[in-house]
C-alpha cells in the first residue's frame, strides 16, 4: 500500500496536459533544438520564443510522455535581451526558419555556448567552457536556401514543426544579391521544391522539384555546376553538392582546421565527408607533392565536382561511398579531418580512424550532441580533446558549428 500511494502522489504531481491549453510559467534554460524549458505542476515543456528567466503565458501545441511543447503568446516579465525581431515573419504563426531573433546577439551567442557545454557534460561526461565566436553580421549572410510554394504557388517557408506553407516575401538573412524579393514576386507552379544558390561569382541557380515527387530537384535557371574560390583556389560545386550557407564560412573553417591540424610535408591526410573538395584545396600547398591527400564522400555529385577540381593534383585521391565502410581500407594516416552530417561519425567510424594512429584528428561538426558523442568514443580509444572552438555561422537560428582537435593522450 505505501508503494501504490507513492505511485499515486507522484502521478498527481504531474499535470496532463492539453493542446490548446493556456497558463503562466517561468523559463529556466535553453535546451537542444532552439527550445527553452519550463515546468508545470511536474509536467516538462519545450517552449518556443521565449528567454531564460522570463515569466511568460503559454499555450501548449504538443504532449507526450517525457515532456511537452508550447509557444508563447504573452510575455508578462521581459528579459532584458529580449529585443524586437529585425523580420515580420519571426514569430509563432510564421516562419520556421530563425528560432532567435527575439533575442540580443550577444545572449544568442551566451545561449550557445551553453548549449555546447550541457550537451558534453551529459553525454561525453566533460566539462567544456567555450565561446562562440561571431562571424561577420547576422543578417544577408547566408548564399542558399530551400523554399517551398504553396498550393496557389506563392514562395515560402514551413512554420516550424508543420507542413504548413507561410508565404514570405522577404528573407533578411539571406544575401541581397540573391534579390529574394525578385523571387517572391515571381508566380510560381504550387506545390513546388525551389533551391537557390548564390556563389562567391555572383552565379544565382535556382533548382525547382514537385513536392509530392521524392526525385532530385532540376536546375531551372542559372548554371547547374557554380564557381567559388577560397583563399584564390577555385573550386567548381554543383548544385546538388553541399556547400557552407554562410557567405564567411568556408575561409572561417578552413583557417581553424588549418591551425589545428599543423600539416606538415609529406603528411598523408584524410578529408572524410570531405564533399567537393574544401579543406583538401586548403592542404594541397602544406602537405607538397611528396605528401597525400586522399577525400572520401558519399555523394556522387560531390566526388564528380572533386574529380575535376583536382584533375591537375595527382597526389589527391578521390573515393566515392560510405566513409564507414572505404575508412578500413586506408593503413595509416598522419592527420585525419572530418566533417560529418549531423548525425555525427559514430562508433564504427571513430574505432577505425584510431586505429590507424593519426597524431591529430581535427573534426568539424554541425551539431553538438553528436560531436559529444563522438568525444566521448575517441577518449575511450585514448584521443583526449585538447581544444575546441564554436563559430556563430547560423545567425538568429540554433545552430552552432564547432571545430575541435584530438590527440593521442601520452602514457607516461
Given at each position: 500500500m505505501a508503494i501504490d500511494g507513492a505511485r499515486s502522489e507522484k502521478t498527481e504531481r504531474k499535470a496532463e496536459l492539453t493542446v490548446g491549453q493556456r497558463f503562466v510559467v517561468t523559463i529556466e534554460k535553453i535546451a537542444h533544438g532552439g527550445h527553452f524549458i519550463a515546468r508545470h505542476q511536474g509536467?516538462?515543456?519545450?517552449?518556443?520564443?521565449?528567454?531564460?528567466?522570463?515569466?511568460?503565458?503559454?499555450?501548449?501545441?504538443?504532449?507526450?510522455?517525457?515532456?511537452?511543447?508550447?509557444?508563447?503568446?504573452?510575455?508578462?516579465?521581459?528579459?532584458?535581451?529580449?529585443?524586437?525581431?529585425?523580420?515580420?515573419?519571426?514569430?509563432?504563426s510564421g516562419c520556421g526558419g530563425c528560432d532567435f531573433q527575439h533575442i540580443s546577439l550577444p545572449r544568442q551567442r551566451d545561449l550557445k555556448a551553453e548549449v555546447i557545454t550541457e550537451q558534453f557534460s551529459r553525454i561525453a561526461k566533460q566539462d567544456i567552457r567555450v565561446e562562440v565566436e561571431e562571424v561577420?553580421?547576422?543578417?544577408?549572410?547566408?548564399?542558399?536556401?530551400?523554399?517551398?510554394?504553396?498550393?496557389?504557388?506563392?514562395?515560402?517557408?514551413?512554420?516550424?514543426?508543420?507542413?504548413?506553407?507561410?508565404?514570405?516575401?522577404?528573407?533578411?538573412?539571406?544575401?541581397?544579391?540573391?534579390?529574394?524579393?525578385?523571387?517572391?514576386?515571381?508566380?510560381?507552379?504550387?506545390?513546388?521544391?525551389?533551391?537557390?544558390?548564390?556563389?562567391?561569382?555572383?552565379e544565382r541557380t535556382i533548382a525547382t522539384g514537385y513536392l509530392r515527387d521524392e526525385s532530385p530537384v532540376r536546375t531551372s535557371e542559372g548554371p547547374d555546376v557554380a564557381s567559388y574560390k577560397v583563399n584564390d583556389f577555385p573550386l567548381e560545386v554543383s548544385q546538388r553538392s553541399f556547400w557552407q550557407s554562410h557567405k564567411s564560412a568556408p575561409k572561417v573553417l578552413t583557417d581553424a582546421v588549418l591551425k589545428y591540424a599543423q600539416l606538415k610535408a609529406g603528411d598523408q591526410v584524410l578529408d572524410l565527408y570531405g564533399g567537393v573538395g574544401l579543406f583538401t584545396s586548403q592542404f594541397l600547398e602544406l602537405v607538397t607533392e611528396n605528401g597525400r591527400i586522399d577525400l572520401v564522400e558519399g555523394s556522387k555529385s560531390a566526388t564528380g565536382d572533386a574529380l575535376r577540381n583536382f584533375a591537375n593534383h595527382k597526389n589527391v585521391g578521390v573515393h566515392t561511398g560510405d566513409v564507414e565502410k572505404i575508412l578500413p581500407r586506408f593503413s595509416k594516416a598522419?592527420?585525419?579531418?572530418?566533417?560529418?552530417?549531423?548525425?555525427?561519425?559514430?562508433?564504427?567510424?571513430?574505432?577505425s580512424m584510431v586505429s590507424l594512429k593519426p597524431r591529430t584528428i581535427v573534426y568539424v561538426a554541425c551539431d553538438p550532441a553528436a560531436l559529444a558523442r563522438d568525444t566521448a568514443y575517441l577518449a575511450e580509444s585514448g584521443y583526449a580533446?585538447?581544444?575546441?572552438?564554436?563559430?556563430?555561422?547560423?545567425?538568429?537560428t540554433q545552430h552552432i558549428e564547432s571545430v575541435a582537435l584530438f590527440q593521442p593522450v601520452k602514457v607516461s
Open positions: 509536467a516538462v515543456i519545450f517552449v518556443r520564443h521565449a528567454i531564460p528567466g522570463e515569466e511568460v503565458e503559454i499555450e501548449i501545441t504538443g504532449t507526450g510522455s517525457s515532456f511537452n511543447r508550447a509557444d508563447v503568446v504573452n510575455v508578462v516579465t521581459a528579459s532584458q535581451d529580449r529585443v524586437s525581431a529585425p523580420c515580420q515573419f519571426a514569430h509563432r561577420g553580421g547576422a543578417l544577408g549572410y547566408r548564399t542558399r536556401f530551400s523554399a517551398v510554394t504553396t498550393r496557389d504557388g506563392a514562395l515560402g517557408f514551413r512554420q516550424a514543426r508543420s507542413n504548413k506553407v507561410v508565404p514570405v516575401s522577404d528573407c533578411r538573412i539571406l544575401q541581397p544579391e540573391i534579390n529574394y524579393q525578385e523571387l517572391s514576386n515571381r508566380k510560381w507552379k504550387g506545390d513546388l521544391r525551389v533551391e537557390v544558390t548564390f556563389s562567391t561569382n555572383a598522419d592527420v585525419i579531418v572530418l566533417d560529418p552530417p549531423r548525425e555525427g561519425a559514430g562508433k564504427n567510424v571513430v574505432a580533446l585538447s581544444q575546441i572552438r564554436a563559430f556563430d555561422l547560423f545567425p538568429m
